[in-house]
Each structure stands twice: as C-alpha cells, then as structure tokens.
C-alpha cells in the first residue's frame, strides 16, 4: 500500500517520526503477523513530499488487520493526520518477482 503527503516544513521531523519505520504507524502494524515492513520515503526533487510503503503478506492480510484494528487505527490517524496538508492514497501493488 502506497501513500503520499505533503507535510510543511515546521512539521517535517514530527511527521518523520510518526510515520517511518519504528514509528507508530509501524508499531501497530508490526501487531500482525501478516505484516512485513514499512517505509518512509522523501522526495529530493520536491520539498516536503513523503511516500510510506507498507507492505503485507497479501490484501486479505492488510483488510484483516483494518477490521481487526480498526479503533486503535482510526484514533491513530485522528493523533498524527495533522502532520501533513495533504495525504493521497496511490494504491495497493503486488510486488514483481523475477
């Protein structure tokens, strides 16, 4: 699952915390054994554009882990939205092995 978000400077290390790998999206997460990682990607050519990848086992694992969780989930993201202006869904991805 791939998010982007545009986050203002004043609040850059705060969202950095909140959503990179150790953080506490990541800790929730990392509640289910069906999740395998989180990223946090910065964008070098736009000031202030994120990326988070979090990856699953499979879609059933991620829609699982959302009903499972979802109090905890959405109070979370009550806690932390206001860390960006923006926030865009980009979608789920199977990854491609070769």
């Known amino acids: ?29 990392a509640e289910s054994e069906e999740f395998l990682e989180t990223r946090l990607l910065r964008a070098k050519e736009s000031a202030g554009t994120y990326q988070t990848i979090d990856r699953w086992v499979s879609r059933e694992a ?3 882990f959302k009903r499972a ?3 905890r989930y959405e109070a979370l993201d009550e806690e932390v939205g206001d860390l960006s202006r923006r926030e865009t869904y980009i979608g789920l991805f199977d990854e491609v092995e070769g």
């Open 69 to 71: 969780y979802a109090d």
């Open 62 to 64: 991620y829609a699982e």
């Open 1 to 29: 699952m791939i998010w982007e978000f545009a986050v203002e400077e004043r609040l850059r290390e705060a969202f950095e915390a909140a959503y990179a790998p150790g953080g506490p999206w990541a800790r929730l997460f």
